[in-house]
């Protein structure tokens, strides 16, 4: 299975919206073997070859693919055309045929589509920018230049690194609510749930919880179908989650 279709979306037909999952691809180990990312130490021609293949059976041209190299930010990217970028991320737009993706191995991938204004959005969501309201600054600016609101949404938590694995120290749970994070006094650490503190900064957008699907799976705890960069020490590709409208 090369991957994931988010069921919440499966009543919008010109909608494309996918999760890659690590099967399917020609990339040897570490990164077997369906590596989508382009800043891996995976050779060009593999990841390309893996980007056919995946863009094929979704449904679209991987040529119109916009994408950014991401900085574990909050910057938010209104993508007009495809191509690469850089400093974003967060990609949104309204403009049919592009196909937004964010590159993800632990972190939290989410897609929004504003069903009213025909507006989409493709965040990606590490522990720096989920904790700097990422998913929330998202949506302000689709407001800001779509006119979304939350009521009008669908969203999309995809799997990331889950909330028994996802191990910090003092510093880093500090900026998270006592609401999406635990004390494990075995490992003197803190466990932080990044599903649950994106879907908390969705419902804070006035998203109802019904219109929001969270993934049941662990880039951890399924690492035979994810990667994850913890887990696998650095050394692994990259999922990709994309959504656009078709034209």
Not at 184 to 196: F, N, T, V
Request: hydrophobic share 40%.
């Amino acid at each position: 299975m090369l991957f994931l279709r988010p069921g919440i979306f499966s009543s919008c037909p010109a909608l494309i919206a996918a999760q890659s999952t690590r099967h399917g691809g020609v990339s040897p180990p570490p990164y077997n073997t369906l590596n989508l990312g382009w800043n891996t130490g995976d050779s060009p021609e593999n990841t390309a070859e893996n980007r056919r293949r995946f863009a094929a059976a979704v449904g679209f041209d991987p040529d119109s693919l916009a994408y950014s190299k991401q900085v574990h930010g909050v910057e938010v990217l209104h993508a007009l055309r495809p191509g690469l970028y850089a400093g974003y991320d967060a990609l949104i737009t309204q403009q049919p045929g592009l196909v937004l993706a964010v590159g993800v191995a632990d972190c939290a991938p989410v897609l929004v589509y504003d069903t009213r204004h025909q507006a989409v959005a493709a965040i990606h969501a590490g522990w720096r920018g989920m904790a700097g309201e990422i998913i929330f600054r998202t949506l302000t600016q689709m407001q800001d230049l779509f006119g979304t609101s939350g009521p009008d949404c669908l969203a999309y938590i995809g799997p990331c690194i889950d909330a028994c694995a996802f191990e910090v120290g003092a510093e880093v749970a500090a900026q998270f609510s006592e609401a999406h994070k635990r004390f494990d006094p075995a490992s003197g650490k803190y466990l932080i749930d990044l599903q649950r503190a994106g879907a908390a900064q969705l419902r804070d957008f006035g998203l109802p919880e019904l219109q929001v699907e969270i993934s049941p799976h662990s880039t951890v705890r399924d690492n035979a179908d994810f990667f994850s960069y913890r887990l696998e020490k650095g050394e692994t590709g990259r999922l990709l989650a994309v959504i656009g409208l078709a034209r």
